[in-house]
């Protein structure tokens, strides 16, 4: 199910999902004690509106996606001829590459092997995943599993997210397209396939985001099943662990930090997940943002201060602070920064 669609199919349901019980409330109160501080608990922070500083001569398209790489530079996939632009922390413009992306840029995750750092990049409108240098050199491409054997063509697949295991295998998405999940070995040779279009807990209906969770005794796989609004676990062979059900609404992808998770939310809200997976804080909801006019495009002055409309993708930085990219038509990031 393409974005769009997903969009028209469950803007009517929105009343009732801000009504609900989705809306969980943070099980610590929000401090109150300053102006522009959200979070509960350790995780508070401040809202840094306005982060990215542009030069006259780039220009962001949809803010897709956001990495921190390990001299400390925040990378934003967005869909424009510059569709990795480079900033340092405080938001100053540093380089960019990526025009061939340009109609495709979605989403973006980086690794560190044998101490050389890599991106993995889906393309939904390309049909086909790449990996990459840090600085952009083409290391390998693929494009759809034919080996799964659930495709008539390429153009049925469309991946939105990667997830990297420990052992260096990974997983991907394919949200847009025909809503399986796809295994590979560190080599990038397919070894299975699951999901496809579905509500049962074992099948999707938007597989956006995907990632491999570290917290427990055992990593599993964890996807954010946005058309089915909630997050549902593999171990790493594909077997179903188990759904959550109420901590979320529109889970685009995840981040994670300690024993906690970081989930973007479409809809106009972060959720951070704690080890138990009960949900620790909100930030920066905005009630009813896919109710504005022209969503997600919405005008500047709806764009508010302390207010998500349409968060994609979200990263927690080295040193606590969290970076969001929103998706709308010319670009959004925002700077959360860690205050305890």
């Known amino acids: ?42 995780h508070l922070y401040e809202w840094e509106g306005a982060w990215a500083k542009l030069p006259k001569s780039k220009a962001f398209g949809f803010t897709q996606g956001v990495c921190e790489d390990r001299q400390g530079r925040i990378l934003i996939f967005n869909n424009s001829k510059d569709a990795i632009m480079v900033f340092d922390p ?39 995943i790449v990996k990459t240098t840090i600085a952009g050199e083409l290391v390998w491409e693929r494009g759809y599993p034919q080996e799964a054997g659930v495709y008539g063509s390429g153009n049925e697949y469309a991946p939105t997210n990667i997830a990297v295991a420990p052992n260096g295998s990974f997983y991907v998405g394919d949200g847009y397209g025909r809503n399986y999940v796809h295994q590979y070995t560190k080599d990038a040779e397919w070894v299975r396939t699951w999901g496809g279009t579905g509500n049962d807990f074992a099948k999707f209906r938007q597989p956006h985001g995907i990632w491999v969770d570290t917290r427990g005794e055992h990593p599993k796989v964890v996807v954010a099943d946005r058309g089915n609004r909630r997050l549902v676990d593999f171990n790493l062979k594909g077997e179903l662990k188990r759904p959550w059900k109420w901590q979320v609404h529109t889970p685009c992808h995840f981040d994670q930090r300690g024993d906690y998770l970081l989930v973007p939310e479409l809809w106009g809200r972060v959720t951070i997940l704690d080890k138990d997976n009960q949900v620790y804080a909100r930030l920066g909801e905005y009630i009813g943002a ?13 764009r508010l201060p302390g207010k998500f409309s349409s968060p994609h993708a979200c990263i927690w930085d080295r040193e606590g602070n969290i970076f969001c990219a929103e998706w709308i038509d010319d670009g959004r990031v925002t700077k959360l920064r860690r205050i305890t």
């Open 1 to 42: 199910m393409e974005r769009r669609e997903f969009l028209k199919a469950t803007t009517l349901a929105v009343g009732a999902a801000v009504a609900g019980p989705l809306l969980l409330t943070s099980r610590k109160s929000v401090a109150q004690d300053a102006p522009g501080v959200m979070g509960a608990g350790e």
């Open 90 to 128: 405080e938001g100053q413009f540093m380089e960019s590459w990526g025009a061939e992306y340009e109609d495709a840029a979605h989403g973006i995750h980086r690794t560190v092997e044998e101490g050389v750092e890599f991106l993995y990049l889906s393309l939904p409108q390309q049909h086909r």
């Open 290 to 302: 896919p109710n504005l006019p022209d969503y997600p495009n919405i005008a500047h002055e709806l």
